[in-house]
């Protein structure tokens, strides 16, 4: 191995780093944001009337539910305002279905199959995990799932229950589909199957940071297809005020909205309304909302635009990388399979990045992506992770 490399690895091994960028959570400076709701001033009543101390409203305050509607583009008696995150609601459209289902309840079907992206999000396919249900992976390219390849899952198999992404800067590729894209998806999912159900995860809505393709709401699309009976669409606050403690809403016909609230009334008897009315003081419309998402990018941005420098020193032949416009996370392609060796060399010298298997269903990986989650850190740390990257992947290289 060149002398340099091991001259440089050893000193940056000598300064004992300690950094995680496993996880896509925002920098406490993004947290601070927000702080306006810690001290918020809220009234016992809404603006409807409704006892915001007391139980009621189980699908959410009404004013919340017309924020979702303006924020999803859908009728508000389409809309839930709920809580914590959109992968809750992603988790209980999966439960709803599988405990009682459209016609069927999935737990009584002998084979459940699922198309999804890869790589993507390990939370993802945790859901598909435990409801016992096999991933039909496709590929993702810049104008979103590869059709071709979608339209060869739905022709091999007769047991796909339907679909489940991320549409607007997916995780970890940064991905945003085109119209044309997501019309094909509805076009082809709905001729396999009248209750093939299309779940977008719109965990990325709002967070651009850099201009990015217009893209027509999901809902408009879905009611263009008609398929808004089958089509879950979920958002969140998790990442626009504080992770966990911000709104989540959901978009969907009326029988996929009765699904969830079937499932949702057995669990919850009332959302917090208090923290709803909290959020609806502090971000009472859309302007309001992307205004705020304007001072997340303006700290978000440097961040990528670092990683960006640092990857472009890279030499040509190792691979590619994601440059997203939006999102928390780029995704390295190598052209060997070397990405665990990588994840090795980048723990020895004290940055943690997140493992190759986590991009794919159970863990059945090609070795040759890894997921890089900058926004935790700040730039100097960011800087000291970029340095490890680079030569934890020079090294694995010089190697093979």
């Given at each position: 191995?060149?002398?340099?490399i091991l001259t440089q690895y050893t000193k940056l091994k000598n300064k004992?780093?300690?950094?995680?960028?496993?996880?896509?959570?925002?920098?406490?400076?993004?947290?601070?944001?927000?702080?306006?709701?810690?001290?918020?001033?809220?009234?016992?009543?809404?603006?409807?009337?409704?006892?915001?101390?007391?139980?009621?409203?189980?699908?959410?305050?009404?004013?919340?539910?017309?924020?979702?509607?303006?924020?999803?583009?859908?009728?508000?008696?389409?809309?839930?305002?709920?809580?914590?995150?959109?992968?809750?609601?992603?988790?209980?459209?999966?439960?709803?279905?599988?405990?009682?289902?459209?016609?069927?309840?999935?737990?009584?079907?002998?084979?459940?199959?699922?198309?999804?992206?890869?790589?993507?999000?390990?939370?993802?396919?945790?859901?598909?995990?435990?409801?016992?249900?096999?991933?039909?992976?496709?590929?993702?390219?810049?104008?979103?799932?590869?059709?071709?390849?979608?339209?060869?899952?739905?022709?091999?198999?007769?047991?796909?229950?339907?679909?489940?992404?991320?549409?607007?800067?997916?995780?970890?590729?940064?991905?945003?589909?085109?119209?044309?894209?997501?019309?094909?998806?509805?076009?082809?999912?709905?001729?396999?199957?009248?209750?093939?159900?299309?779940?977008?995860?719109?965990?990325?809505?709002?967070?651009?940071?850099?201009?990015?393709?217009?893209?027509?709401?999901?809902?408009?699309?879905?009611?263009?297809?008609?398929?808004?009976?089958?089509?879950?669409?979920?958002?969140?606050?998790?990442?626009?005020?504080?992770?966990?403690?911000?709104?989540?809403?959901?978009?969907?016909?009326?029988?996929?909205?009765?699904?969830?609230?079937?499932?949702?009334?057995?669990?919850?008897?009332?959302?917090?309304?208090?923290?709803?009315?909290?959020?609806?003081?502090?971000?009472?419309?859309?302007?309001?909302?992307?205004?705020?998402?304007?001072?997340?990018?303006?700290?978000?941005?440097?961040?990528?635009?670092?990683?960006?420098?640092?990857?472009?020193?890279?030499?040509?032949?190792?691979?590619?990388?994601?440059?997203?416009?939006?999102?928390?996370?780029?995704?390295y392609k190598f052209s060997k399979p070397i990405a665990s060796t990588i994840?090795?060399?980048?723990?020895?010298?004290?940055?943690?990045?997140?493992?190759?298997?986590?991009?794919?269903?159970?863990?059945?990986?090609?070795?040759?992506?890894?997921?890089?989650?900058?926004?935790?850190?700040?730039?100097?740390?960011?800087?000291?992770?970029?340095?490890?990257?680079?030569?934890?992947?020079?090294?694995?290289?010089?190697?093979?």
């Open positions: 191995m060149n002398d340099s004992g780093l300690n950094i995680d960028i496993t996880r896509g959570k925002p920098e406490s400076t993004q947290l601070d944001l927000s702080n306006t709701l810690l001290n918020s001033n809220v009234q016992a009543l809404s603006d409807s009337g409704v006892d915001l101390r007391n139980y009621g409203e189980p699908y959410g305050l009404d004013e919340a539910r017309s924020l979702g509607a303006e924020i999803l583009n859908a009728p508000k008696e389409n809309i839930i305002a709920a809580e914590q995150s959109s992968l809750l609601l992603t988790y209980q459209t999966f439960l709803s279905c599988f405990l009682f289902g459209f016609e069927t309840p999935w737990k009584n079907l002998k084979s459940r199959k699922f198309i999804c992206p890869v790589p993507g999000f390990d939370r993802h396919f945790k859901i598909f995990e435990d409801f016992d249900i096999e991933v039909i992976p496709v590929p993702l390219y810049e104008d979103g799932i590869e059709i071709d390849s979608f339209k060869d899952a739905l022709n091999k198999h007769d047991d796909i229950l339907g679909m489940l992404s991320v549409p607007r800067h997916s995780n970890p590729s940064g991905e945003t589909f085109s119209d044309e894209n997501i019309l094909d998806l509805f076009k082809y999912g709905k001729a396999y199957s009248k209750d093939f159900l299309f779940i977008f995860d719109n965990a990325y809505l709002v967070h651009d940071f850099l201009p990015t393709r217009e893209q027509t709401p999901i809902w408009v699309l879905s009611e263009k297809s008609k398929c808004t009976d089958t089509t879950v669409i979920a958002t969140s606050f998790s990442k626009v005020t504080f992770g966990g403690g911000g709104l989540s809403f959901v978009a969907s016909g009326t029988r996929g909205i009765e699904l969830l609230k079937r499932i949702r009334t057995s669990m919850i008897i009332c959302p917090d309304k208090i923290n709803q009315q909290r959020h609806l003081n502090f971000l009472p419309n859309l302007n309001a909302i992307k205004n705020h998402m304007k001072k997340h990018a303006d700290i978000v941005k440097p961040k990528f635009e670092l990683i960006y420098k640092y990857l472009d020193k890279l030499p040509n032949n190792y691979g590619s990388y994601s440059k997203p416009t939006g999102g928390y996370f780029v995704s994840v090795k060399n980048c723990s020895d010298l004290g940055v943690e990045i997140t493992p190759a298997d986590a991009l794919f269903p159970k863990g059945k990986n090609p070795n040759n992506i890894l997921r890089i989650a900058p926004t935790y850190i700040d730039l100097e740390s960011l800087n000291n992770a970029m340095q490890v990257f680079n030569l934890a992947t020079t090294k694995a290289f010089e190697e093979t």
